[in-house]
């Protein structure tokens, strides 16, 4: 299916981003496209009604959150075909980053609605620019789970992955979720940025284990985004590469067991891993 940008086309869906703590960090665009739907649908109405007051701008909205945004869904697919046009908000950032936005986007494609994405603040991307870690390729993971054993099994299934990782954090949970990423990964290079473009915008860089050390100290608080340096090449070996390495050890004439011990340290891996993959081998 083809999607085009007409902007004579009616029905159209906008994804308009907000600020995330600075009221300046909006763009004009944006502003005239409040300006011109018929409709804003939002998380929040209370919220969302206070920018657009800020700028002065009268409008129609509709909520549109976590809890209700299935139901809410038919209705704005229902006003978007008879010609209306919607602006998506959420109370910060871009909407579907963290925030409710998917679901309606999604219907919006499937029955051939335009669907267009207004560019503007997103916590994720300010922070990744700003850390110092590899911009090239990145993973948004958003919030680890909440949990101590979800949590710790998500980020062993980040391990290999050659990204920056990028997660949202709430303050309360900050100190067990870096125990945990240190834990798991070790001591990566990693920042925490916090309050981002507010008065009091922070970044703190170190490895894993000096943020945690820090954190430790003197607890942040506010919004936060914890970034973590992707594997090396070494960590995101595959399986076979393990197995293999191995191998080539024990050829040149070293036991299985200390050749599990020098794979492990060469790929940063755990000795149980690298052993769970060469259990089959013979010892010698
Ligand atoms: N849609 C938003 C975006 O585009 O960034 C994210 C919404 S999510 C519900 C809220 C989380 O985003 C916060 O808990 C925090 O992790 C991150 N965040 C949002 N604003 C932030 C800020 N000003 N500074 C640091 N982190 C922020």
């Not at 240190?182 to 473009?197: F, N, Q």
């Not at 067991?257 to 940063?268: D, E, H, L, S, Y």
Request: net charge negative; hydrophobic share 40%.
């Amino acid at each position: 299916m083809e999607h085009k940008n007409n902007s004579e086309d009616t029905g159209v869906l906008y994804i308009c981003p907000t600020p995330i703590g600075n009221l300046e960090d909006i763009t004009l665009r944006v502003l005239r496209v409040l300006k011109k739907v018929d409709l804003v649908a939002c998380e929040d109405t209370r919220r969302t009604g206070q920018l657009l007051n800020y700028y002065q701008i009268q409008k129609r909205m509709i909520s549109y959150h976590e809890h209700n945004e299935v139901t809410r869904t038919d209705e704005l697919i229902s006003f978007l075909e008879s010609g209306l046009d919607i602006a998506l908000v959420s109370d910060a950032g871009t909407p579907g980053i963290a925030d409710p936005g998917f679901v309606v986007v999604r219907a919006a494609l499937k029955y051939g609605i335009r669907v267009t994405a207004l560019p503007g603040p997103c916590a994720a991307i300010s922070a990744l620019v700003m850390s110092g870690l590899p911009t090239d390729r990145f993973l948004f993971y958003g919030f680890l789970p909440r949990k101590a054993t979800k949590r710790v099994a998500e980020i062993e299934r980040l391990r290999g992955n050659d990204g920056t990782l990028v997660f949202y954090e709430a303050p309360h949970r900050i100190i067990p979720c870096l125990a945990d990423l240190l834990r798991v990964l070790g001591p990566r290079p990693a920042a925490l940025i916090r309050e981002l473009t507010k008065m009091h915008e922070q970044m703190w860089t170190g490895t894993l284990e000096e943020l945690l050390d820090r954190a430790t100290d003197c607890p942040p608080k506010g919004e936060i985004v914890l970034l973590v340096q992707g594997a090396k090449e070494e960590e995101t070996m595959s399986n076979h590469d393990v197995v293999k390495l191995v191998r080539e050890l024990m050829e040149l004439g070293l036991d299985k067991k200390t050749a599990i011990t020098v794979t492990a340290k060469q790929t940063n891996l755990p000795k149980k891993d690298v052993y769970d993959q060469v259990v089959e081998l013979p010892p010698y």
